[in-house]
């Protein structure tokens, strides 16, 4: 049985950091892309980054310079570091695993709030 936990939200003050962390357990094929999204209430959920098996790594504008995912393939855990924060990320936060088994199939995390606030 396919999990992702995820670990690592909280309540911060502006300008702060967090770091998320999802661990995937009982997949049988190979871990691709690995990838966190967020989401507001009433708002479409929105792809924050990505990481490919290689360690390429793609952001949304709002995030360049302040987040940074990275990977763990040997743990098959992905990590979002998220500094300098600002209200506007509060979101609930869901990492995303894609595992080739003859297709792609992609699973998704329980999901973490986040909260930026004073």
């Known amino acids: 049985q396919v999990q992702l936990v995820e670990s690592g939200g909280g309540l911060v003050q502006p300008g702060g950091s967090l770091r998320l962390s999802c661990a995937a357990s009982?997949?049988?094929?190979?871990?691709?892309?690995m990838a966190w999204h967020r989401q507001v209430p009433g708002k479409e959920r929105e792809l924050v980054a990505t990481?490919?098996?290689?360690?390429?790594?793609n952001y949304v504008a709002s995030v360049k310079g302040r987040f940074t995912i990275s990977r763990d393939n040997a743990k098959n855990t992905v990590y979002l570091q998220m500094n300098s924060l600002k209200p506007e990320d509060t979101a609930v936060y869901y990492c995303?695993?894609?595992?080739?088994?003859?297709?792609?199939?992609?699973?998704w995390g329980q999901g973490t709030q986040v909260t930026v606030s004073s």
């Open positions: 009982g997949m049988v094929g190979r871990i691709n892309a």
């Open positions: 995303a695993v894609d595992e080739i088994v003859l297709r792609v199939v992609r699973y």
């Open positions: 990481i490919t098996r290689g360690g390429l790594t």
